[in-house]
């Protein structure tokens, strides 16, 4: 039985924003990230695909199954775009694989566990552990590879925020502008009156609720996809089967 924690907790993915060159010598292929064996699923498999194994804008949350092959296949539905370094050479980190993972610590019912055992039950789908400069621990779980573009759900308030402040330093954005000056998409959301502050502070006082066909937020995704009400709610007879 899972909890509703547990299917939420597949988010948790560990992503650090560099390119990475695998180029080694022989003699390093240790250092390698670590694939761990994927588990097998009946998601999106047969030809057709059965219904129940059907993965849909209006159903990728309603299953722990579901949820985990749309984290690794998001282009598949809905469209995204590709964003590059630009001409700037990627920055080749050093490895020196350490057994991370296989380090033991004291869980707080007095039982002992490895940092391995707690990747696993968070269902994480990769870790990179980096100690001064150096990566010490690259792991992949749940058919996640290297490469692979995974969804970045709240990561991506790190990145956009990272841009705002350098578009901010250079003069470019103004903070306390309202957001629709900016991203003119907004101008017929509750977003609209925010300023970018408000935003980037979790300020905007936006209805945030999770139901499919109230408040503001509902509201805000229905306009950037109609066919594809957002509900984060799992229905009573899916929830009660975790």
């Known amino acids: ?65 579901k949820l985990r092959w749309t984290l690794l296949h998001w282009r598949e539905l809905y469209p995204t775009q590709a964003v590059t370094r630009g001409a700037v050479p990627a920055t080749v980190l050093r490895r020196s694989h350490q057994p991370v993972l296989d380090k033991s610590y004291q869980k707080l019912d007095g039982s002992n566990s490895t940092f391995l055992d707690v990747a696993k039950e968070m269902e994480v789908d990769g870790l990179l552990v980096l ?18 573009p995974h969804f970045l759900a709240s990561i991506n308030k790190s990145i956009i925020s990272t841009v705002i402040a350098t578009l901010n330093a250079e003069g470019n954005l103004d903070l306390n502008e309202c957001i629709d000056t900016y991203v003119q998409e907004l101008a017929t959301t509750p977003y609209k009156s925010a300023e970018v502050r408000q935003v980037l502070d979790m300020l905007s006082a936006i209805e945030y609720t999770y139901t499919p066909d109230s408040g503001s937020f509902a509201k805000h995704n229905q306009s950037v996809s109609p066919d594809a009400r957002y509900s984060l709610v799992f229905r009573s007879v899916v929830s009660n089967s975790y």
């Open 1 to 65: 039985m899972k909890s509703d924690s547990s299917l939420l907790s597949a988010y948790c993915v560990v992503v650090v924003v560099v390119a990475l060159v695998m180029v080694k010598p022989p003699e390093t292929l240790a250092d390698d990230p670590v694939i761990h064996p994927a588990p097998t699923s009946d998601v999106m498999t047969g030809s057709p695909i059965p219904s129940e194994h059907l993965v849909t804008r209006e159903n990728w949350e309603t299953t722990p199954e």
């Open 131 to 148: 100690h001064e400069g150096v990566i010490i621990a690259e792991h992949y779980f749940n058919g996640m590879q290297p490469h692979a």
